[in-house]
């Protein structure tokens, strides 16, 4: 069967089942879902099983790349000719970054569908390679939340929802939270130490398998304390289940649904804007690089930064720490 954008068969492509892999098993292997499915009360099905093998973002994404190629005027299976022609046709609308991912949405609808993956090609990689040699730029990075930009941010908060943005903005910067991780906690998560409080991340970019990971978060010298803003708008709040960070409407009553992740974005762009800084600059990710930028700085190790952050490798790491040393013992500096 030959899938296009305007093929209704063709669910992969179109709606939130195809990367659940059960929109084109042939009809033994429909069949044996549906005798795996039908199990008792409260267990899960295989579908289900088969869905959760990728994160609801990573499903989003390769559903609206797969709706751009098709949308282009490609049909699934695709022929290494036509996925370079595609490269080609976008090689100046979109970046290489985009370009790439694109290709392994591709990749994964093939062999889902159970056709050869036509960007293994030759023709498809020496054509990419081509891409980023011609259109390659530096990837945009947002600029590092610092510890004095937190600070500048603290003062323009008030009322409940300033409660609020002061434990979400302290606690997303101390902890070098993720966006999706801190609006992702929960009160079950938080227990309050002698030390501080410590924190449990049930799941995360790079813990697909849930196993968890714990952050600790000491209370702080300043008056800028985590622990505290966070003690306080929970007490405010009257918080004891459920997600710590809620939205708020204009009249100050509190909600029991979690704040989105694009929230957290708004809201540090919002208080940068109000200290002074450059808006555009900052984002959600702001507060995590900041934490690791500042703590660089600080003259923090880089396994006790990978510790508070979970990175698992020095490589991502050291993009920060660089950004951060970069002037310290630089060469024409000792020179000039």
Same mark, same amino acid.
């Given at each position: 069967?030959?899938?296009g954008?305007?093929?209704?068969?063709?669910?992969?492509?179109i709606n939130?089942?195809?990367i659940?892999?059960?929109s084109k098993l042939?009809?033994a292997?429909k069949?044996?879902i549906?005798?795996l499915?039908?199990?008792?009360a409260?267990?899960r099905s295989?579908?289900?099983y088969?869905s959760?093998?990728?994160?609801e973002n990573?499903?989003?994404? !390769?559903r609206?790349?797969l709706?751009?190629?098709l949308g282009?005027?490609a049909t699934?299976p695709?022929?290494?000719?036509?996925?370079?022609a !595609?490269?080609v046709?976008?090689?100046?609308?979109?970046s290489?970054?985009?370009?790439?991912?694109?290709?392994?949405a591709i990749g994964?609808a093939?062999?889902?569908?159970?056709?050869?993956?036509p960007c293994?090609s030759?023709?498809?990689?020496?054509t990419?390679?081509?891409?980023?040699?011609l259109?390659?730029?530096?990837?945009r990075?947002?600029c590092p939340?610092l510890r004095?930009?937190v600070?500048a941010?603290?003062?323009?908060m008030?009322?409940?929802?300033?409660l609020?943005?002061r434990?979400?903005?302290?606690v997303?910067?101390?902890?070098?939270?993720?966006?999706?991780?801190?609006?992702?906690?929960l009160y079950?998560d938080?227990?309050?130490v002698?030390?501080?409080?410590?924190?449990?991340i049930r799941?995360?970019?790079?813990?697909?398998?849930g196993e968890?990971?714990k952050?600790a978060?000491?209370?702080?010298r300043?008056?800028a304390?985590?622990v505290?803003?966070l003690?306080?708008w929970l007490?405010?709040?009257?918080?004891?289940?459920?997600?710590?960070?809620?939205?708020v409407?204009k009249s100050?009553?509190?909600g029991?649904?979690?704040?989105s992740?694009?929230?957290?974005?708004?809201l540090?762009?919002?208080y940068?804007l109000k200290a002074?800084?450059?808006?555009?600059h !900052?984002?959600?990710h702001?507060?995590?690089?900041g934490?690791i930028?500042?703590a660089?700085?600080?003259?923090?190790s880089?396994?006790k930064i990978r510790?508070?952050?979970?990175h698992?490798s020095?490589a991502m790491l050291?993009?920060?720490?660089?950004?951060?040393?970069?002037?310290e013992g630089?060469?024409a500096?000792?020179?000039?």
């Amino acid at each position: 069967m030959v899938i296009g954008i305007d093929n209704p068969s063709l669910p992969l492509a179109i709606n939130d089942e195809e990367i659940g892999l059960s929109s084109k098993l042939d009809e033994a292997g429909k069949d044996m879902i549906a005798v795996l499915s039908d199990q008792p009360a409260g267990c899960r099905s295989l579908a289900d099983y088969i869905s959760a093998a990728a994160s609801e973002n990573t499903r989003r994404a !390769y559903r609206n790349d797969l709706r751009a190629f098709l949308g282009w005027g490609a049909t699934l299976p695709a022929i290494p000719e036509t996925v370079a022609a !595609y490269l080609v046709a976008h090689a100046s609308v979109h970046s290489p970054v985009t370009l790439s991912r694109r290709l392994v949405a591709i990749g994964r609808a093939h062999a889902i569908l159970g056709h050869p993956n036509p960007c293994k090609s030759e023709l498809v990689r020496t054509t990419l390679r081509g891409v980023w040699r011609l259109h390659g730029r530096p990837q945009r990075q947002v600029c590092p939340a610092l510890r004095e930009d937190v600070l500048a941010m603290l003062p323009h908060m008030f009322g409940t929802r300033g409660l609020r943005d002061r434990a979400l903005i302290l606690v997303g910067f101390a902890g070098a939270f993720r966006r999706s991780e801190l609006v992702a906690l929960l009160y079950e998560d938080l227990s309050f130490v002698k030390e501080g409080m410590m924190l449990t991340i049930r799941r995360s970019k790079t813990d697909q398998r849930g196993e968890g990971r714990k952050i600790a978060i000491p209370f702080a010298r300043s008056h800028a304390c985590p622990v505290k803003a966070l003690a306080a708008w929970l007490d405010h709040a009257r918080i004891d289940s459920g997600a710590l960070f809620r939205f708020v409407n204009k009249s100050g009553a509190i909600g029991r649904e979690p704040l989105s992740a694009q929230t957290v974005a708004s809201l540090v762009k919002k208080y940068a804007l109000k200290a002074g800084l450059n808006a555009a600059h !900052y984002s959600g990710h702001s507060l995590r690089a900041g934490l690791i930028t500042s703590a660089a700085k600080a003259g923090v190790s880089s396994w006790k930064i990978r510790e508070q952050t979970g990175h698992r490798s020095e490589a991502m790491l050291y993009r920060y720490i660089r950004d951060a040393e970069i002037f310290e013992g630089n060469a024409a500096g000792s020179v000039l």
